[in-house]
Nanobody, 127 residues
Framework: QVQLVESGGGLVQAGGSLRLSCTAS????????MAWFRQAPGTEREFVAG????????SYANSVKGRFTISRDNAKNTVYLQMNSLKPEDTAVYYC????????????????????WGQGTQVTVSS
């Protein structure tokens, strides 16, 4: 069973950058489609970015396109989320998630697809 641990959250001023990391235990990390979700107080958890097993294809929410980049290093069992040009509305708890299904044409954006979740890391962007 893969366990996910996020790190890299914190407090940053608007316009700044952060890089989140999610490291997985176990030997099967490369078999998972990975994604980042976020949840602000009083809102539903929303998809931010996802990446296929091989890293060949990625998907982003419209709200973060051009500012965030998801990547993975299967040798290090780690998925990253580079966040640039941060805005106060990016403030949320960010969660790493894993889906054991393989996809050839798209990265799923529904939280229900993802069966493994990290504990979350807080990102706060001040104005």
């Amino acid at each position: 069973q893969v366990q996910l641990v996020e790190s890299g959250g914190g407090l940053v001023q608007a316009g700044g950058s952060l890089r989140l990391s999610c490291t997985a235990s176990g030997r099967t990390f490369s078999r998972y489609t990975m994604a980042w979700f976020r949840q602000a107080p009083g809102t539903e958890r929303e998809f931010v970015a996802g990446i296929m097993r091989s890293g060949r294809s990625t998907s982003y929410a419209n709200s973060v396109k051009g500012r965030f980049t998801i990547s993975r290093d299967n040798a290090k069992n780690t998925v990253y989320l580079q966040m640039n040009s941060l805005k106060p509305e990016d403030t949320a708890v960010y969660y790493c998630a894993a889906d054991p299904q393989s996809y050839s044409a798209y990265v799923p954006q529904r939280a229900n697809n993802y069966v493994l979740w990290g504990q979350g890391t807080q990102v706060t962007v001040s104005s």
